[in-house]
């Protein structure tokens, strides 16, 4: 038993250095999981056995390549606006491995692999979520998901990434455009929830 779990461990180390080079070499969408798999010296399936997606597999790499890159840096956040203010270390993070978070962002936009339907709340953002309704309970179902999904779009390092690349912004600046707008969506969140409330009493 202990020789099969380490030879699954290196054949899953195996692919990650695979990918890991084919990475530093061509970038992020440069290589198929064939050459993964190629140079790996494994089939193309024993490559998805390990990761179910091409996105999988990459933000794999990406934590190979910077260890602590798929760490969930708002794990500890109690409330909303506390979310919002961990967005200044975790666009600090974004900016230091920018290149890599530029590269898995540009393919998994290429893959669609990472679309998820606007009514489903991932299990990676269950205690975002959690909090969020906490502090705004009167918000319809329909309402909140829609809110909830739009700051979690917001103040992710693809809108840090777009923002940087597509309107030339500095670190700073768009550091502060995305906390700012995600504390107007929140404000405006606080205004409909207590208008909810309101109607709701006798």
Do not use: C
Not at 129 to 141: G, T
Request: net charge negative; aromatic share 8%.
């Amino acid at each position: 038993m202990k020789a099969l779990t380490r030879h699954t461990e290196a054949t899953r180390q195996a692919i990650l250095d695979a990918s890991a080079e084919l990475f530093q070499q061509r970038g992020g969408d440069g290589f198929s999981v064939q050459q993964v798999a190629d140079r790996a010296g494994v089939t193309h399936r024993t490559v998805y056995r390990y990761f179910p997606t091409r996105v999988e597999l990459l933000g794999a790499t990406a934590e190979r390549l910077s260890p602590g890159f798929a760490d969930d840096p708002f794990a500890q956040v109690a409330t909303v606006e506390e979310w919002i203010e961990a967005v200044e270390p975790h666009f600090a993070r974004t900016e230091r491995s920018f290149d890599l978070v530029r590269e898995v962002v540009a393919a998994m936009f290429a893959s669609g692999e990472a679309l998820t339907p606007a009514d489903t709340v991932h299990e990676r953002d269950a205690h975002r979520w959690d909090i969020f309704r906490r502090e705004f309970p009167n918000l319809s179902e329909d309402d909140a998901r829609r809110t909830f999904v739009a700051l979690r779009h917001l103040m992710s390092s693809t809108s840090y990434v777009l923002l940087r690349l597509r309107f030339g912004l500095s670190p700073a600046e768009a550091t502060e455009t995305i906390r700012a707008a995600a504390s107007h969506l929140t404000e405006l969140a606080a205004t409909r929830d207590g208008a909810a409330e309101q109607r709701g009493q006798p």
